[in-house]
């Protein structure tokens, strides 16, 4: 099975950027639609985004498409998502995720996770 560890958040100020990295070990990412997903403190865990195993179809939270991009790098065996524009609102842990079949936003859905990572958007 896959490991996964996540990393690049920090603090940023409203309409800055960051990337995020996750780095899989254990099978390749291409194996795995792979996701993001984050959790605001008093909130439950929220897709952000997903890239298609069998594809590069790629999708996004209403609330993030034309800002945050989701990429992998094969070479790296790493996972990225770049945040531009970034909002107050985005501040969150954000986590990544894997799993063997066809995307999907529901957090149940994907068995393996990374450890998470710490946004926060100062305004």
């Known amino acids: 099975q896959v490991q996964l560890v996540d990393s690049g958040g920090g603090l940023v100020q409203a309409g800055g950027s960051l990337r995020l990295s996750c780095a899989a070990s254990?099978?390749?990412?291409?194996?795995?639609?792979m996701g993001w997903f984050r959790q605001a403190p008093g909130k439950e865990r929220e897709f952000v985004a997903a890239?298609?195993?069998?594809?590069?179809?790629?999708y996004y939270t209403d609330s993030v498409k034309g800002r945050f991009t989701i990429s992998r790098d094969n070479a790296k065996n790493t996972v990225y998502l770049q945040m531009n524009s970034l909002k107050p609102e985005d501040t969150a842990v954000y986590y990544c995720?894997?799993?063997?079949?066809?995307?999907?936003?529901?957090?149940?859905?994907?068995?393996?996770w990374g450890q998470g990572t710490q946004v926060t958007v100062s305004s």
């Open positions: 995720a894997a799993r063997w079949g066809p995307q999907n936003n529901q957090a149940t859905q994907y068995p393996y």
């Open positions: 254990g099978r390749t990412v291409t194996d795995y639609t």
């Open positions: 890239a298609n195993r069998w594809s590069s179809t790629t």
